[in-house]
Nanobody
Framework: QVQLVESGGGLVQTGDSLRLSCAASGRTSGSYAMGWFRQAPGKEREFVAA????????SYADSVKGRFTISRDNAKNTVYLQMNSLKPEDTAVYYCAGRPGALYSGSSPEFYTSWGQGTQVTVSS
């Protein structure tokens, strides 16, 4: 399995930027697909972004397209989520997710087998 630890969340104002990081440990010698999801109070967990093992394939939820960028540094076993032009509706707990052995897992949470503990992002208006 892959253990995941998120960091970088916080309280920001509308229009600000944040960069989330997700450090992977454990079974990181082979390929693993990664993604970011989020869950706001009273809502279901939703897909935010996904990235392939090589980093060459990415996908985004429509709500964040053009504002968020997912990237990865396999030498550091770390995945990033750069969030720009933040809005109050981006307020949520953000989770990174991984699937060892997969090249790309897409937007469905059931395709991921490892999850971090989450990091809170709060955007004030």
């Amino acid at each position: 399995q892959v253990q995941l630890v998120e960091s970088g969340g916080g309280l920001v104002q509308t229009g600000d930027s944040l960069r989330l990081s997700c450090a992977a440990s454990g079974r990181t010698s082979g390929s693993y697909a990664m993604g970011w999801f989020r869950q706001a109070p009273g809502k279901e967990r939703e897909f935010v972004a996904a990235i392939s093992w090589s980093g060459g394939l990415t996908s985004y939820a429509d709500s964040v397209k053009g504002r968020f960028t997912i990237s990865r540094d396999n030498a550091k076993n770390t995945v990033y989520l750069q969030m720009n032009s933040l809005k109050p509706e981006d307020t949520a707990v953000y989770y990174c997710a991984g699937r060892p052995g997969a090249l790309y897992s897409g937007s469905s949470p059931e395709f991921y087998t490892s999850w971090g503990q989450g990091t809170q992002v709060t955007v004030s208006s």
